[in-house]
T-cell receptor, first 112, second 113 residues
Framework: DTGVSQDPRHKITKRGQNVTFRCDPI?????LYWYRQTLGQGPEFLTY????????KSRLLSDRFSAERPKGSFSTLEIQRTEQGDSAMYLC??????????FGPGTRLLVL | GESVGLHLPTLSVQEGDNSIINCAYS??????FIWYKQESGKGPQFIID?????DKRQGQRVTVLLNKTVKHLSLQIAATQPGDSAVYFC????????????FGSGTRLLVRP
C-alpha cells in the first residue's frame, strides 16, 4: 500500500502527558498537512509543510502543539501536557500540489 | 467502529436510487473543490474534484455540480449502493500559498437495502 500511513492508530493517555504521532506521506508528495477532527465536524486545518519547511500554522495550534518534518519526508505532531479537549482524530494528508489531498487513516487520541 | 458524526444532517435513500448531497461553501475566491467520503473510524477518501472554471464533472457513478453564483456544490451518486453509506464532506481550497482545504460540516448518507 503506497498511501499515507499514520502511527499509532489509537492512543489513550492521561491528562498532562505528552504524546507524539507520526505520519508517512506518499513518497513523491512534497506537501504535508495536519488536520484535527472532532465528532460531528469536518477536519480542521492545523499546519502545513512544504518539504521540510513549516509554512503555515492555524490559530488552533496552541503552543503545546509542535510539528516537524525534519527531512521533508515523514512528519511528527507532538502534544505536550495533554488536556481533555485535545481528544480528537488527528489526520495527516499529503499532496503534490493543488491536486487531491490524500488522507491517512488518522490517529484517534483519547485524553482521560 | 466509531461514528464520524453523531448529529449530522442525514440523507436516507433506497438502494438503487440516485442520491444528491448538497454543500454551501464560504469563500467566493475558492478555486478548487473536493468531495470526500468518510467511513466510521477511517480517514477521508477522495471521491471527485472540480476546478472553479468548470460547472460539472463526472466520474464513475458520481457527478459534481458547481454553481459559483450561489456558492453551491452538489454531489450526485447514481444507483446508490449499501457501500456508499458514509459521511460525505465537501472541501474548498482557499487560493493562498498553502492550498489548505476548508471542510464543510458533512452529510451522513444511509442506504436502505
Amino acid at each position: 500500500d503506497t498511501g499515507v500511513s499514520q502511527d499509532p492508530r489509537h492512543k489513550i493517555t492521561k491528562r498532562g502527558q505528552n504524546v507524539t504521532f507520526r505520519c508517512d506521506p506518499i513518497s513523491e508528495h512534497n506537501r504535508l498537512y495536519w488536520y484535527r477532527q472532532t465528532l460531528g465536524q469536518g477536519p480542521e486545518f492545523l499546519t502545513y509543510f512544504q518539504n521540510e519547511a513549516q509554512l503555515e500554522k492555524s490559530r488552533l495550534l496552541s503552543d503545546r502543539f509542535s510539528a516537524e518534518r525534519p527531512k521533508g519526508s515523514f512528519s511528527t505532531l507532538e502534544i505536550q501536557r495533554t488536556e481533555q479537549g485535545d481528544s480528537a482524530m488527528y489526520l495527516c494528508a499529503s499532496s503534490p500540489g493543488l491536486a487531491e489531498r490524500n488522507f491517512g487513516p488518522g490517529t484517534r487520541l483519547l485524553v482521560l | 467502529g466509531e461514528s464520524v458524526g453523531l448529529h449530522l444532517p442525514t440523507l436516507s435513500v433506497q438502494e438503487g436510487d440516485n442520491s444528491i448531497i448538497n454543500c454551501a461553501y464560504s469563500n467566493s475566491a475558492s478555486d478548487y473543490f473536493i468531495w470526500y467520503k468518510q467511513e466510521s473510524g477511517k480517514g477521508p477518501q477522495f471521491i471527485i474534484d472540480i476546478r472553479s472554471n468548470m460547472d460539472k464533472r463526472q466520474g464513475q457513478r458520481v457527478t459534481v455540480l458547481l454553481n459559483k453564483t450561489v456558492k453551491h456544490l452538489s454531489l450526485q451518486i447514481a444507483a446508490t449502493q449499501p457501500g456508499d453509506s458514509a459521511v460525505y464532506f465537501c472541501a474548498e481550497n482557499i487560493p493562498d500559498s498553502s492550498y489548505k482545504l476548508i471542510f464543510g460540516s458533512g452529510t451522513r448518507l444511509l442506504v436502505r437495502p
